[in-house]
């Protein structure tokens, strides 16, 4: 227990930068294509720049597997300079995965953000959180509402997670959600979120990432 609050980046953070410029370049460098989920990015990049002191919007990305939804999020910690952070939520049922046991019970363990925030070493990542489309609920509680007081500005200034019982800030994070569907994201998770749809790639657009991505 001691370990994981000694552990915990309480107060340290990475300089964040924020350029509309060089996130473009990045971005650009990192995916061929996506001019409109790009132009979305940098619009997010934009109003940070504009007002700093507004909570960050948290992104959604959709679309099939294997069109660089994980990749884009990368990109994005990259251009800001930020540490990343990364949980993905396929079958999870349980609400202790989100909120972490309590310290009672044998074999007890942080959840899932809390643990992920101590690896990041830093209070300001990029946290992108995979498949949430993929969340069910069953009696253990449901992980959806458990994730709404992580993503909502308002309540994750104090969020408490079981094991440590001592409220932790994650104003700081950026979130990033991705999904296949969205109509498996539940309702109340989906009005949080600024959705970003990406579509397959073509042959052509298959080629030209194979010779000017994989290749070099």
């Known amino acids: 227990y001691l370990d994981t609050i000694l552990d915990l980046p309480w107060n340290y953070k990475t300089k964040e930068r924020i350029s509309v ?6 971005l650009d460098k990192d995916h061929f294509g996506m001019e409109k989920v790009k132009e979305r990015i940098l619009e997010t ?3 940070r720049q504009m007002a700093p002191e507004m909570p960050p919007q948290i992104l959604c990305l959709v679309g099939p597997p294997g069109v660089g939804k994980t990749s884009i999020a990368y990109s994005i910690a990259k251009s800001l300079n930020r540490k990343m952070a990364r949980i993905s939520l396929g079958g999870v049922h349980d609400e202790s995965e989100i909120r972490g046991h309590r310290r009672a019970y044998l074999g007890a363990s942080p959840g899932r953000i809390i643990s992920s925030m101590k690896k990041a070493k830093s209070n300001n990542p990029v946290f992108l959180i995979d498949e ?23 309540q994750n200034k104090s969020f408490s997670d079981n094991f440590i019982e001592i409220d ?10 991705t999904a296949n569907n969205i109509e498996d994201i539940p309702d109340a998770l989906k009005d949080r979120l600024e959705v970003v749809e990406l579509t397959g790639y073509t042959e052509y657009e298959k080629l030209d990432i194979a010779k000017k991505h994989l290749l070099p």
């Open 21 to 26: 410029s060089a996130a473009s370049k990045i």
């Open 45 to 47: 990049i934009a109003i």
């Open 132 to 154: 949430v489309d993929k969340l069910t609920k069953d009696i253990k509680g449901d992980p959806a509402s458990a994730l709404l007081e992580v993503l909502d500005p308002e």
């Open 168 to 177: 932790y800030d994650l104003s700081n994070v950026m979130f990033i959600l």
